[in-house]
């Protein structure tokens, strides 16, 4: 498989990225809202940015020191704000994280966490071209 930059550069249309990551019925809600405000979206969207990766990195510290009611707390904001545009992969792994049993599972929490970091990196990409093809 292609890396993610050849493949973002092979789409012709902005949207197959978004589309194949981010849920359509939240796609068209958030349409909507930018449709009265049209700086809304690129306001969110910046938002979420930046404030994503310090979450990541506040999970990975909470993963580190095996804390579960962090790990929770962070997963459970998270999948908050990737709900809003329907980010189902990365709210999956938020679910799990935040659902998780009680007894530790190193290895599949692990798993999870990477898997999340990784869908962040689809999810960054395809709202940043969202909104790019947005641009007036």
Request: glycine share 6%; aromatic share 6%.
């Amino acid at each position: 498989m292609a890396p993610l930059s050849g493949q973002l550069a092979q789409l012709d249309e902005p949207y197959d990225l978004a589309v194949s990551v981010l849920d359509p019925a939240a796609l068209n809600r958030l349409d909507e809202v930018a449709q009265r405000d049209p700086t809304l979206l690129p306001r969110l969207v910046e938002l979420y940015l930046a404030d994503t990766p310090d979450r990541l990195q506040a999970l990975r510290a909470a993963v580190e020191r095996q804390d579960a009611a962090a790990v929770r707390a962070v997963a459970h904001a998270l999948r908050g704000s990737s709900e809003t545009f329907g980010a189902h992969e990365m709210v999956g792994h938020c679910e799990f994280l935040e659902y998780m049993p009680p007894e530790w599972d190193g290895p599949r929490i692990d798993a999870h966490l990477t898997g999340l970091i990784e869908a962040y990196g689809r999810t960054r990409a395809a709202l940043q071209r969202m909104v790019a093809a947005k641009e007036p």
